[in-house]
């Protein structure tokens, strides 16, 4: 079928007295289409009517359709099934010419950017081969918008530590933030609400403004906003992922920054730049980080196990053996884990994140093999019973074996040897000894009993009694 400019010709030939035998052989047509568009008197080009052969199943591929919420394939099936001889592409062309499809995409709309105005971060989920084990990863990028330079990182789990984290070496790697940077409605960042309403959470606030950014979203279902981060994600999972082999999560992240060097240094077509030369515009114009900015770190409490252990995301890691019981302070960076007793650094382990329950041991952690268990020295309480009487010394080796080393115990026994006489003190602590009685308010009641005609008056009335 000729179109409406070959048929606009014919007519103008036709106009200038040109037969249908010279317009053919100018405009190499067969003739006797020549005639029928002369006899036709329009150049419009005429619409095409036949038969469509799903133009009598028409009301039942609409109940069909909502049955099946618009699946054809389902809809086809029924369909030939109740005797219709119609394929499946005639199926989805009736549909589609008569409306009855999805309804078309609206167009997408165009987003300029000043360099240093935006970067946008989102994550994805993807699939790496490390240490020869298929492993889920999540994948973080950002991207500032003007020049489209690139970072993204890969972490086994993405949390708002590791959100804080990334975005630290992004930064870092930007020399510099833009003014704003566009996330999706994740509940990494936000706190509540969505799009234009979107509050982040008081710890993200505190981070953007240490870098002098604020955080924005965009509406849900506008994923075009953030069109920028989103594109690379799917050059990661075709160009950067398949084939390629991990030893571990560091080299996957070395890699991954390799990437980033050789994508942000390759010239564009797009862009008919590369992203480096347009980033040496954009740069100037990113705000500057502070003059010194600490290591994001997550902070955990534990308390040091019967092993000499810390529990931290499942792995364990040693700590030294005098600290068990106590409660430490963990921080966990991206790189290594570092425990605390109060301001000193106690430990320090490159983190495991796989497998599960492994034991990350320190050899000086632990007392060295054939040697005794250190013992502390006897306390001040100790030595003080001794040098005051040393006939205590077998109800004291005693009454520690039975009670422990407590201190307030022992500043106890101590108080009743000063205050008590010696000779029913010593009496006693002997009969005491004999029938190992280590309970302190029963030994003073014997004292006191011991001691009670010689050093308290009795009053007169108690006297007649007894004489009596």
């Known amino acids: 079928m000729l179109d409406e400019a070959m048929r606009t010709a014919i007519f103008k030939l036709h106009e200038q007295g040109h037969g249908s035998r010279a317009i053919a052989k100018a405009l190499k047509v067969a003739r006797c289409t020549v005639r029928k568009v002369i006899d036709s008197g329009q150049t ?35 369909l030939v099934k109740a005797g219709a001889r119609l ?24 987003y300029h950017f000043e360099p240093g105005s935006e970067m946008q971060h989102d994550t994805s989920p993807h699939k790496a ?28 789990r993405f949390r708002r530590f590791e959100c804080k984290a990334f975005l630290a070496q992004g930064m870092a790697y930007f020399q510099g933030a833009a003014s704003e940077c566009m996330v999706d409605n994740s509940h990494v960042i936000v706190a509540a609400g969505s799009g234009a309403a979107m509050m ?27 069109a920028r981060v989103e594109s690379p994600f799917n050059r990661i999972e075709s160009a950067f992922l398949p084939g390629a082999r991990f030893a571990d999560w ?20 797009k862009l008919h730049a590369s992203r480096r030369e347009l980033f040496a515009v954009e740069q100037p114009r990113l705000q500057p980080l502070p003059l010194w900015l600490p290591e994001v770190y997550q902070l955990h409490t534990r308390v ?51 497998p599960f329950d492994t034991r990350v041991t320190e050899p000086a952690h632990r007392p060295a093999r054939g040697s005794a268990t250190h013992r502390p020295g006897p306390s001040a309480e100790e030595l003080a019973m001794l040098r005051i009487e ?41 009969l005491a000894e004999q029938y190992r009685l280590f309970d302190l308010e029963r030994l003073e009641r014997m004292i006191l009993k011991q001691i009670a005609h010689d050093y308290f008056v009795l009053p007169l009335k108690d006297l007649e009694r007894q004489d009596e």
């Open 390 to 430: 040393p006939a205590v010394l077998n109800y004291l080796t005693a009454f520690k074996a039975q009670t422990g080393e407590r201190r307030i115990p022992l500043r106890r026994l101590l108080k009743m040897l000063q205050d008590y006489p010696r000779e029913p003190f010593l009496a006693a602590l002997k």
């Open 129 to 156: 081969l490390i240490g020869g084990v298929l492993t889920r990863v999540q994948t973080a990028s950002l991207v500032l918008c003007y020049s489209r330079m690139i970072f993204f990182q890969c972490y086994p």
């Open 44 to 78: 419009q080009v005429p619409p095409l009517l036949r038969a469509e052969a799903a133009e009598p199943w028409r009301d039942h591929i609409l109940e069909l359709k909502n049955r099946y919420e618009g699946h054809l394939g389902r809809v086809h099936e029924e």
């Open 200 to 226: 982040p959470a008081p710890e993200m606030v505190a981070f953007a403004e240490r870098y002098g950014f604020t955080f924005k979203a965009h509406e849900k279902g506008d994923a075009n906003r953030s």
């Open 304 to 354: 040091v196990d019967a092993e000499g252990y810390v529990n931290v995301n499942r792995v364990r890691y040693s700590v030294p053996y005098t600290l068990i019981g106590r409660p430490l302070e963990v921080r966990e960076t991206l790189e290594r884990i570092e425990v605390y007793e109060g301001p000193r650094r106690v430990a320090s382990h490159p983190i495991v994140h796989t």
């Open 250 to 269: 560091q080299d996957l992240n070395r890699q991954a920054f390799a990437c980033c060097e050789a994508w942000n240094a390759k010239f564009s077509q």
């Open 87 to 110: 394929s499946y592409p005639a199926l989805t062309a009736f549909c589609r010419k008569h409306g009855l499809g999805a309804p078309p995409p609206a167009p997408a709309g165009h």
